[in-house]
């Protein structure tokens, strides 16, 4: 029995949109403004290379903690931005759209240069956020 063929273009693809949009939305939570005094957002980068066969893509994996009631401030991405969250809840914000909360198990994904904000809740969150986007561009562009 022969094995059928493994896919490389669309996992490639797919793992390009995660680290994209991971990518923007750690960039907009890393300079957050919270209100817990004293509390900060911590960002650890996990991972951050150039993709292979996709000549000056880069993709950057990061895990970020939020303290609770962190607001973000307005920002966009030039790439796709991709976040998993691993415990307390964060309300995704998009201008013109219904508000997405999302707690411990679920993943949200942010399309290039849609105008977002996040928000904590009560708990905070913790997250593992993918980023995809052109090597040497900026990984976000704040919105007054």
Known sequence: MTAAPIKTPRLTNWCVCLGLLG???LAGLARADHHAA???VVAETLLRDMIQGREGKEIIVSRVSFPPHTQLPWHWHPGEEVFYV???SVTLKRR???DVLST???AQKIAPEVVHTGETGEAG???VIFRV??????ERYLVE
């Not at 986007?133 to 900026?138: I, L, Q, R, V």
Request: aromatic share 4%.
């Open 86 to 88: 691993i415990e307390g």
């Open 38 to 40: 004293g509390a900060s």
């Open 133 to 138: 986007h052109t090597a040497g561009e900026p």
């Open 96 to 98: 013109s759209q219904p």
């Open 104 to 106: 411990a198990g679920d």
């Open 125 to 127: 969150a913790e997250l």
């Open 23 to 25: 990518s923007v939305f």
